[in-house]
């Protein structure tokens, strides 16, 4: 007999993927908030998340691979607050981002370098923080909703098996 919430967990975790990118866009095209590298980098987890969420909608007969589905699920979003947590640090100031996105733009020896740089657009830069409600940012939401799912999956892939009726 296959558990009743289990195969509930992947709708749950579709659904999470979904409003978290479906907001990140929002704040992208509504609000004209542009990401930045490390934003664009915590996204892939979630795309990654709807995917195996997707796949595991249509493997709810089967409770083992949904089992480990959702424990990958739950290693995936755990990643993902790890890498949000980087973020964190890094617009706070506890450490040094990537040069690509914290580093001020410079470095430019010659008019052609210049013109190159100008041409290439702003950089949107990680340590800086764009959108904040209660003193948290983006990044700090995404460590905050990626634990809880990461929480919500590996409890539901561990939650024992109800005992089949008689």
Known sequence: MIERALPAAPLVLLAASAGVLGTAYVFESGLDIQPCKLCLYQRIP????????????????????????????????????ALAGYHVGVEQAWWAGPTSCSAPAGGATTFEDLK??????????????????????????????????AGFAAAAALRPSPEPRA
């Open 46 to 81: 979630w795309w990654s998340l709807a995917g195996l969420a997707s796949a595991l909608i249509m493997l709810r007969g089967r409770p083992g691979w949904l089992r480990a589905g959702l424990g990958l699920a739950a290693l995936l979003m755990a990643a993902n607050a």
């Open 116 to 149: 190159a740089q100008i041409l290439a657009g702003p950089v949107v830069r990680c340590d800086k923080i764009p959108w904040q409600l209660f003193g948290i940012s983006m990044a700090g939401y995404n460590v905050l909703l990626s634990l809880g799912t």
